[in-house]
C-alpha cells in the first residue's frame, strides 16, 4: 500500500517496544529500526535502543508541541517509539489526529495491560483498563465497585501511594494493590499491598497498579443507575433533585459518544451523570455563575468525570461555534429570549431537547413549544416524608412540567 502522497509506502513506522528493548523486537519492528533515518520517542525509549547510533528525537514537553517538527520530516523513514502497544492509551492516538493511516506501518508489542495481565493470570477482557499517567486519580471513581479487577497506569514511582491514599479515603482501603515495575524486563518487580496499609516504596518507573477493588463499610460507591444520592453534589440549591434528575436522565435518552449541552448547568449533576451513563459520553456546559461554575468543576472532578467541559458564559451567545449537541437539558434560563430556539436549531437530526420549567412563565414558554413543534409534556410532582413536631407528614417539593421534543 502506497501512502498518501503517492510515495512508494508509509514514511511513518509506529514501533512498540517494552523494557527488553532490541532483544524483544520482532523481526519487523527490527528491520524498520535499522532502516530508519531518525528515532523520536521518549528519553526512556530510545536509551532502549541507543546501541543502533541512530539520529534521535527527543519528544518535548507538551507532547503536542513535537507534532509539527514530526511532521516536518515527511518524505525521509521515520521510526515513532512508544510503550507496547500505541494504541492502548498510547502515542499512536495522538499521531493518527495528524498522519493519515496509509503513512503509518504500526508494530504493536505486548501492552502493560497484557503482561501485568499475564503476570497476575487475570482475564483482560473481564479487567478495567485505565491511563491515569495524564488524567487526575478521581478519573477511577466511576470504576470502583467490590469484586471489580482494575490495572492502571500511573506516571511515576510517587503515583502508587498516592493512588492507596485516594482508594482509603473513598472507603477501599481493604483494597489489595499489585506494583508492577518495568514489566518485561530485567527490572521488572511485582509487590503487593493494601490501600490502608501501603508500604511499597522505593517504586521505579515505568510502573502500573493492579487492583482488586474491596469495600469497607463506610465506602463511598457510584450506583451504576442515574439519580445519583444529592448529597453527592456540593450545591447553593440549584440542583436538579435525584428523582427529578433520574427521570431527566431517561429522557435525555444518552447513547455511548453523544454529545450534551446542558444549558444553566448549576452544580453540574446533569452533565456529570450523562457523562456517567458511558466513559464515551461529551458533555458541553454552559453556566452564569462563575461561583457555580467552579462548583460544578469541583463536582465533575469529585465523582470522576473531570473531561466535563464547562464554560462562563450566558445562553443563547455562549451557545456560538459550540458543535452540534445530540441532546440539550435547560435547566435554567429556557424564559430567556432565543435559548430555546437556538438549542431546537442546533440540535442534530434525532436529537432530543428536555426542558425542566419550575415557574408558570417558563411552563408556558414550554407549552407553546409543545404546540409549536410536538413532543411530551409530563408534570412531575415529588412528596417527601418529613416530621412535623412529633409526627411525620409528606412535604411536597416544586412540581416540574418537563417538555420532551425530538428534532
Given at each position: 500500500m502506497g501512502g498518501s502522497d503517492g510515495t512508494a509506502g508509509p514514511w511513518l513506522s509506529i514501533i512498540g517496544v517494552n523494557e527488553d528493548g532490541l532483544d524483544g523486537l520482532c523481526p519487523a519492528a527490527r528491520a524498520l529500526l535499522d532502516a530508519a533515518e531518525l528515532v523520536a520517542g521518549g528519553r526512556r525509549h530510545l536509551d532502549l535502543v541507543a546501541a543502533l547510533g541512530k539520529p534521535e528525537f527527543v519528544w518535548d514537553v507538551p507532547f503536542s508541541a513535537s507534532i509539527p517538527k514530526l511532521l516536518a520530516h515527511r518524505g525521509t523513514r521515520v521510526v515513532v517509539l512508544a510503550s507496547g502497544d500505541p494504541f492502548w492509551f498510547g502515542a499512536g492516538a495522538a499521531l493518527s489526529r495528524h498522519v493519515p493511516a496509509a503513512d503509518m506501518r504500526v508494530v504493536p508489542a505486548p501492552s502493560t495491560f497484557s503482561l501485568a495481565a499475564a503476570r497476575l493470570g487475570w482475564r483482560i477482557e473481564e479487567t478495567a483498563t485505565l491511563g491515569l499517567h495524564a488524567r487526575p486519580l478521581e478519573a477511577l471513581r466511576p470504576h470502583l465497585a467490590p469484586g471489580v479487577r482494575l490495572i492502571v497506569l500511573v506516571r511515576d514511582g510517587a503515583a502508587p501511594a498516592q493512588l492507596a491514599g485516594y482508594l482509603a479515603g473513598l472507603g477501599f482501603g481493604p483494597?489489595?494493590?499489585?506494583?508492577?515495575?518495568?514489566?518485561?524486563?530485567?527490572?521488572?518487580?511485582?509487590?503487593?499491598?493494601?490501600?490502608?496499609?501501603?508500604?511499597?516504596?522505593?517504586?521505579?518507573?515505568?510502573?502500573?497498579?493492579?487492583?482488586?477493588?474491596?469495600?469497607?463499610?463506610?465506602?463511598?460507591?457510584?450506583?451504576?443507575?442515574?439519580?445519583?444520592?444529592?448529597?453527592?453534589?456540593?450545591?447553593?440549591?440549584?440542583?436538579?433533585?435525584?428523582?427529578?434528575?433520574?427521570?431527566?436522565?431517561?429522557?435525555?435518552?444518552?447513547?455511548?459518544?453523544?454529545?450534551?449541552?446542558?444549558?444553566?448547568?448549576?452544580?453540574?449533576?446533569?452533565?456529570?451523570?450523562?457523562?456517567?451513563?458511558?466513559?464515551?459520553?461529551?458533555?458541553?456546559?454552559?453556566?452564569?455563575?462563575?461561583?457555580?461554575?467552579?462548583?460544578?468543576?469541583?463536582?465533575?472532578?469529585?465523582?470522576?468525570?473531570?473531561?466535563?467541559?464547562l464554560r462562563l458564559g450566558e445562553a443563547p451567545a455562549a451557545l456560538a461555534g459550540l458543535p452540534a449537541p445530540d441532546a440539550v437539558f435547560i435547566g435554567g434560563g429556557a424564559n430567556d429570549a432565543g435559548v430555546i430556539e437556538a438549542a431546537w436549531a442546533a440540535l442534530r437530526p434525532g436529537g432530543r431537547l428536555v426542558v425542566n420549567a419550575v415557574t408558570l412563565e417558563t411552563e408556558a414558554k414550554a407549552m407553546a413549544w409543545q404546540a409549536r413543534v410536538g413532543g411530551a409534556l409530563t408534570r412531575i410532582a415529588i412528596e417527601r416524608a418529613g416530621p412535623v413536631g412529633s409526627f411525620t407528614a409528606w412535604r411536597p417539593a416544586l412540581p416540574v412540567v418537563q417538555w420532551v421534543a425530538r428534532r
Open positions: 483494597s489489595r494493590l499489585h506494583v508492577l515495575e518495568a514489566l518485561g524486563g530485567p527490572r521488572e518487580r511485582v509487590r503487593t499491598s493494601t490501600a490502608s496499609a501501603f508500604d511499597v516504596t522505593e517504586i521505579n518507573a515505568p510502573v502500573a497498579v493492579a487492583i482488586e477493588a474491596e469495600a469497607g463499610p463506610e465506602a463511598s460507591i457510584l450506583p451504576a443507575t442515574p439519580g445519583l444520592p444529592d448529597e453527592l453534589f456540593e450545591n447553593d440549591g440549584q440542583l436538579t433533585k435525584r428523582e427529578i434528575r433520574a427521570l431527566t436522565l431517561a429522557s435525555l435518552a444518552p447513547h455511548p459518544g453523544e454529545l450534551l449541552w446542558d444549558i444553566g448547568a448549576g452544580a453540574g449533576s446533569i452533565g456529570i451523570e450523562w457523562l456517567l451513563a458511558h466513559p464515551a459520553n461529551r458533555a458541553i456546559g454552559i453556566e452564569s455563575s462563575a461561583d457555580r461554575l467552579v462548583r460544578a468543576q469541583r463536582n465533575a472532578l469529585t465523582l470522576g468525570v473531570p473531561q466535563f467541559d
